[in-house]
């Protein structure tokens, strides 16, 4: 969360592509043709989330918010909604403290509350979650970070989940801040192992306060930090397959990355070696690409490829991150959010192990109001081409103090993509509830209802969620590929997928965590315009393993197990 | 009595007289002129008293005729001169009563004084400084020599001659004013806004001291006071241009972009070729992403004033940030031109040309800046960058080092303020050792935090570790004098 940064938005380009480049006239959207409903409450989804001071906040512990996880409790292929929650400095008599939710969804468009039966209800400074089934029984299982004891959930399959923090060696020796997490194959064994990013080393008794007149934001005493105070070392757990997990963060070198303050996660596969990396959003310091070396270790490439500072070689504040293919050239591209003063960034992937900040060229250089978290791409219109979603909110309710053209809360922003390497900012044209004002943080994308469309859940401040439903266009076709794993980890995580229609191609992967402190849908999304059918799909196994299916009906979720298309090759 | 006239005539008097004769008229004749000198001298004190400034000046004129040598009234003839708008008569005749009688203060006042009202600084310091030293107790000279030696840099000293000026004649509202201005160049903010407050508070139609004020409210984090002290201003005095700009440039500093675009448009209504303030508005636009007219704004101003390197540089940044490259390349070439040691120009060029793929003249740009800025740290780590581009490296590793170097020990100076500001808590709550640990961590991390030291020395010397505690004091004075003593040490 960079202070206030200068005047002129920090960019950085490291590429040895010359890029001709046009004038952004900023000429008006065109209308719409996709839009949105939120009907959280009518939902059920109404745990209050609890964080920190409602009008000030002491410490940067009561900014973070917390986050949501969308994963398949109960097996029947609707996908159920975990939403972390928090608590506040003064605390609350144990039986009023604030509890995380689980809702299982009932398929009707409406959720349950399971969360006492389940056994997930914790209290605390809950900060991300993330799921998938780390011990391929089946089960999405859960882990859910803190300012604490980060926690493993594991699904004992008949709706409750078993505490397995203690049994699995997950416990800290002292008390860390775990952010944004993701579950990830990093050794091609076949099993998940487990990436956790830590914020700040902090130490409540030692901790700057606003009154001291050091931390100001626009001249308003604020919270302290994150520059300043220790930053936090992430953690990586190798699944040792019987139920436990080794600390490998030293012997893997994910603890010598440059930056510190990790927030946002995401695993993706940034070389296309078929070994899966991570990138981490991390606050007003250089960003993190950990890349896999294949053999048990980690670099931190960020810098080196120009994927971690903003254009001009600025450390920007990073919260969330969103991977995926925009411009259709094959890579995983990563957009990143960042502080209010400053813009979101887009790292195009050049394939060539560089990244190219097109933030500028692609028309996401217009707003620098909005203070960023949640993040998606994801193709909204069913075109074909990932767009963007936005979860805005200020890091400082003390902001309400201020006479400002942005507040606390904040709308979210929605990009089209116009499939010409460019977006436009369609939000005002989208109205409510995408330009209602709330002080969001975790958002997970996921299709809830199963229609092809993805939905957003986001977990607000102080504030009940939100559940935005996205309606298409009529008539276009979508296909939800669902992946199986056998030899590689059962939720397929590093999996990439090929959707191939005539001679358009659409790349995507089966990704452990993103956006921020969040587990997106782990099904894997296709917008497919007017296509009547998939000439072929795809798969690359998280194991190396290829395999393409022919003639897929679109409409419809494809469930596709390892080892049962047509084998390609193997890696 | 034989009256000795000039010339032959004396030679007619001393062949009648004698020599002796002649000595002893001449005597004569020279008290009577003194006496006639002193009459006159004497006449122009009472026409000055009577406010006939001519009829004093002719006076003195007639009494410097019949003595030239009477210093005092070579000093009121160019006081005298002076309140008449003569300003080199008032000056030749200071010049002569302070050639005639260097002890005289009034003369080494008045030539100090009206020296430097006539912009010779260098000029001023000499009868200044004698002043002082012939009357230490007068506020204003010690007001107009602190002014001298503030605009000669010299601001320690300056700061000293201040004080003491402030000290001798508490509610000499000027000298509270500089002395704020001063203590706000030193550092020391909140030295800076007592005495600004001080200065509006004796003086409330000084105009300059509450604009200081606002400012100096502002710097020192008040920024609600600064606006209402600003807009207090602008209220009594709405055409003092001054007060709008800098109460725009403080809203816009507060993040009200609203305001500021509102103070902005306002003043450029009552002043429309105020270069200023269509550079700020063209700032408070690009702030709430409204482009196109920041653009226009910008551009305006660097019409209306071509001198302005900061608005050619900011119209880059937003040509840069709307993707128009070449533009943005011109725009911050531009702003070189006006301003050549403009560091963060070089670095914006840099970054455009690089992205642009001329990465020879970006490696030269991005140099240019870090030796013109070497705290830049993300000049070292672009510039390495660029190095690594070209094949280069060992510079580029040298550079990156260095990228790292800053930023570490930026963080440090973050860290090390945190932990000052730590140990100041434990200190209020007792716990000295705590604190003094605090301050030692603080020290560690930032050697030249003058805080640090001098936190350090007040809990030493609450513990009774007097000389530890003088060495830490002497420490944080070294790095910050502006810094006091505290209780028992000196």
Not at chain 2, 161 to 185: D, E, I, M, Y
Not at chain 2, 345 to 358: D, E, F, I, R, W
Request: aromatic share 8%; proline share 4%.
């Amino acid at each position: 969360m960079n202070r206030g940064p200068a005047y002129h938005t920090p960019l950085l380009v490291i590429t040895a592509v010359v890029w001709v480049v046009r004038a952004i006239d900023a000429p008006p959207p065109v209308a719409v043709d996709f839009s949105f409903t939120e009907n959280a409450k009518a939902a059920g989804l109404n745990q209050f989330t609890v964080y920190g001071g409602t009008r000030t906040n002491r410490y940067l512990l009561e900014t973070t918010g917390c986050g949501v996880a969308v994963l398949d409790v109960d097996g029947d292929g609707w996908l159920d909604i975990f939403l972390v929650n928090g608590t506040t400095l003064e605390g609350f008599p144990s039986a009023k403290a604030p509890m995380c939710h689980l809702y299982r969804n009932r398929r009707d468009g409406t959720f349950e509350d399971v969360t006492t039966r389940a056994g997930v209800g914790q209290g605390g400074w809950g900060q991300g979650a993330c799921a998938a089934d780390y011990d391929n029984d089946g089960r999405d299982d859960l882990f859910v970070t803190s300012w604490g004891q980060n926690r493993l959930y594991r699904n004992r399959g008949d709706g409750t989940f078993d505490d397995v923090t203690a049994r699995a060696g997950l416990m800290n020796a002292k008390r860390r801040w775990g952010a944004g997490c993701a579950f990830i194959d990093y050794d091609r064994d076949g099993k998940l192992d487990l990436f956790a990013a830590n914020y700040i080393d902090f130490d409540l008794a030692n901790a700057p306060v606003p009154e001291s007149g050091l931390c100001r934001y626009k001249g308003v005493p604020v919270a302290c930090g994150p520059p300043g105070l220790p930053g936090g070392k992430n953690v990586l757990y190798h699944n040792k397959g019987d139920g436990t997990f080794e600390d490998v963060s030293v012997k893997s070198r994910i603890t010598t990355a440059a930056g510190t303050y990790g927030l946002g996660v995401s695993t993706l596969d940034f070389d296309d070696d078929g070994w899966t990396d991570l990138y981490v959003a991390n606050d007003s310091n250089p960003s993190t690409l950990y890349r896999n070396n294949q053999d048990g270790t980690f670099t931190d490439i960020a810098v080196v490829a120009g994927c971690a500072y903003s254009q001009d070689g600025k450390p920007q504040a990073g919260m969330g991150v969103a991977i995926g293919d925009y411009d259709h050239n094959g890579t995983m591209d990563i957009f990143k959010t960042n502080f209010a003063g400053d813009t979101s960034t887009l790292y195009a992937n050049t394939g060539k192990g560089l990244c190219d900040d097109r933030t500028f060229q692609s028309g996401l250089g217009r707003n620098t109001r909005w203070l960023g978290w949640g993040v998606a791409f994801s193709d909204l219109d069913l075109d074909g081409w990932l767009d963007l979603f936005l979860v805005n909110g200020h890091v400082y309710p003390e902001v309400e103090q201020l006479k400002t053209d942005f507040g606390y809360r904040q709308r979210k922003v929605v990009y089209r993509n116009l499939g010409d390497n460019r977006f436009e900012d369609v939000t005002d044209l989208l109205g409510p509830p995408v330009t209602t004002a709330k002080a969001g943080r975790g958002a997970a994308f996921a299709d809830i209802d199963n229609d092809g469309h993805i939905d957003i859940i986001v977990n607000n401040v102080n504030d009940t969620p939100d559940l935005f439903r996205s309606k298409a266009p009529e008539g276009r076709s979508w296909l939800m590929v669902k992946l199986v794993g056998r030899t590689s980890n059962r939720s397929a995580i590093g999996a990439r997928v090929r959707a191939v229609v005539d001679d358009r191609v659409q790349v995507q992967e089966v990704r452990g965590g993103g956006s921020y402190y969040a587990q997106n849908d782990l099904r894997v999304h296709f917008g497919l315009g007017n296509a009547a059918r998939v000439n072929r799909v795809e798969v690359r196994w998280p194991n190396g393993m290829e395999e393409s299916w022919t003639d897929v009906p679109v409409n419809r979720i494809l469930m596709l197990e390892e080892g049962t298309g047509q084998q390609r090759r193997s890696q | 009595m034989v009256r000795c006239p000039p010339g032959a005539a004396c030679v007619l008097l001393v062949g009648a007289l004698g020599v002796a004769g002649a000595a002893q008229q001449r005597g004569i004749e020279r008290s009577r002129e003194q006496d006639s000198a002193q009459a006159l001298f004497l006449l122009g004190q009472a026409k000055e008293r009577a406010k006939d400034l001519a009829g004093a000046a002719d006076a003195y004129e007639r009494a410097v005729e019949r003595l030239p040598n009477l210093a005092a009234a070579h000093d009121r003839l160019g006081y005298v001169r002076g309140q008449l708008g003569q300003t080199d008569a008032a000056l030749a005749h200071f010049a002569r009563a302070v050639e005639l009688q260097p002890g005289l203060f009034d003369a080494q006042y008045h030539l100090g004084a009206t020296r430097w009202w006539t912009r010779d600084i260098e000029g001023a310091r000499r009868p200044l400084e004698a002043a002082v030293r012939l009357r230490p107790d007068h506020a204003e000279a010690r007001y107009y020599l602190g002014l001298v030696l503030r605009q000669q840099g010299q601001v320690a000293e300056a700061a000293q001659q201040l004080r003491k000026s402030v000290g001798l004649s508490p509610r000499l509202a000027p000298a509270h004013l500089q002395l704020g201005v001063t203590l706000q160049q030193w550092g020391d903010i909140g030295g800076a806004v007592a005495h600004l407050k001080t200065a509006a508070a004796i003086d409330p139609s000084s105009v300059d001291a509450r604009n200081s004020l606002g400012l100096a409210l502002m710097q020192s984090g008040d920024a609600e006071a600064a606006i209402e002290t600003l807009r207090q201003l602008v209220r009594d005095h709405p055409d003092d241009n001054t007060a709008r700009l800098n109460l725009g440039t403080t809203l816009l500093q507060k993040a009200d972009l609203a305001g500021a675009v509102e103070v902005f448009t306002e003043l450029l209504a009552r002043d429309p070729s105020n270069a200023l303030a269509q550079y700020n508005l063209g700032m408070a636009l690009k702030q709430q992403d409204r482009f196109e007219e920041a653009e226009r704004a910008l551009r305006r101003a660097i019409e209306l004033d071509a001198s302005l390197p900061d608005a050619p540089f900011t119209l880059g940044v937003v040509l840069w940030q709307t993707a128009r490259m070449a533009a943005a390349a011109d725009a911050f070439r531009e702003a070189i031109k006006k301003k050549d040691e403009f560091a963060d120009a070089h670095y914006m060029l840099a970054t455009v040309l690089k992205q642009q793929g001329a990465i020879d003249e970006a490696v030269a740009r991005f140099q240019r800046a870090v030796d013109l800025q070497p705290t830049m740290a993300e000049g070292y780590l672009s510039l390495g960058q660029a190095l690594q581009q070209q094949g280069r490296a060992n510079e580029a590793r040298s550079a990156l080092e260095q990228a790292q170097k800053l930023n570490q020990r930026k963080s440090d100076a973050q860290a090390s303020t945190f932990a000052v500001s730590v140990g100041n808590r434990k200190l209020q709550g007792g716990d000295a050792a705590g604190a003094i640990q605090q301050y030692r961590t603080a020290i560690k991390l930032a050697p030249d935090n003058p805080q640090a030291h001098y936190r350090l020395a007040i809990a030493l010397a609450r513990r009774g570790a007097i000389g530890e505690a003088q060495r830490a004091f002497d420490t944080a004075r070294t790095l910050a004098p502006y810094l006091q003593p505290p209780a028992g040490l000196r």
